[in-house]
């Protein structure tokens, strides 16, 4: 996980939030950004509704991340999962 100390954070100064690829199921969670990334797949989560604001359900972390966005399922491998930070709603 990326930290304010790492050079790619895209946050300098402030601490580096959690991914979604480390939230609990059964719990809501907001997207507050990207982190790192190729732009491929940062154009690949804001398509699949993954923009920073919206809340997100986490459904289930294996064997992907199973995630709820308003009425649609999405399942990410963790390298997408990874890319995605959170913080707890």
Do not use: W
Request: aromatic fraction near 2%; charged fraction near 20%.
């Amino acid at each position: 996980m990326m930290t304010a100390h790492d050079p790619q954070c895209p946050n300098p100064g402030r601490p580096a939030a959690s991914t979604l690829a480390g939230a609990r199921p059964g719990g809501d969670v907001a997207v507050v950004g990207f982190a790192g990334g190729a732009a491929e797949l940062r154009e690949r989560l804001l398509a699949y509704g993954l923009i920073p604001g919206r809340t997100l359900r986490v459904l289930a972390q294996k064997p992907l991340t199973l995630v709820q966005v308003e009425h649609t399922e999405l399942a990410l491998e963790r390298e997408l999962a990874d890319c995605v930070e959170i913080t707890a709603r």
